[in-house]
Nanobody
Framework: QVQLVESGGGLVQAGGSLRLSCAAS????????VGWFRQAPGKEREFVTA????????AYADSVKGRFTISRDNAKNTVYLQMDSLKPEDTAVYYC?????????????????WGQGTQVTVSS
C-alpha cells in the first residue's frame, strides 16, 4: 500500500512559481515511479510529468517542458514538482500518483495509487 499526500498548491500570478510536494508512505514507494497529472474544470485529467525510482530521465508533457521540473528525494519519500513561468492555462487540480511497477507512463491507468489533489490557480 502507498499513501500519497500533495501540498504546495495556491494562488499565483502569471509568470510566478510554485513548488508542489507529494509525500508518500509505504515500503514500495521507493521503487515506484511517480507521475503528476492535472485536471482543469470541464476537462479530462492530463499527464504533466513522471519520474522513475532512480530519478533519471523524467518525462514531460510538451505543454510544460522547459517550465516544470520533477525531482524526488527517496530518503524523504517525497517527490517535488517545481513549476516556473506559470500561465493561466496551468490552473487545475494537481494530483500525484504512484506506479509500483516503476514505469514512467503518461497514461493514468498505469498508476496504482493517487493523492487527493492540490489546487493551483494562476491569475492573469
Amino acid at each position: 500500500q502507498v499513501q500519497l499526500v500533495e501540498s504546495g498548491g495556491g494562488l499565483v500570478q502569471a509568470g510566478g512559481s510554485l513548488r508542489l510536494s507529494c509525500a508518500a508512505s509505504g515500503r514500495t514507494f521507493r521503487y515506484s515511479a511517480v507521475g503528476w497529472f492535472r485536471q482543469a474544470p470541464g476537462k479530462e485529467r492530463e499527464f504533466v510529468t513522471a519520474i522513475g525510482w532512480s530519478g533519471g530521465s523524467p518525462a514531460y508533457a510538451d505543454s510544460v517542458k522547459g517550465r516544470f521540473t520533477i525531482s524526488r528525494d527517496n530518503a524523504k519519500n517525497t517527490v517535488y514538482l517545481q513549476m516556473d513561468s506559470l500561465k493561466p492555462e496551468d490552473t487545475a487540480v494537481y494530483y500525484c500518483a504512484a506506479d509500483v511497477q516503476g514505469r514512467t507512463a503518461s497514461l493514468s491507468w498505469y498508476y496504482d495509487y493517487w493523492g487527493q489533489g492540490t489546487q493551483v490557480t494562476v491569475s492573469s
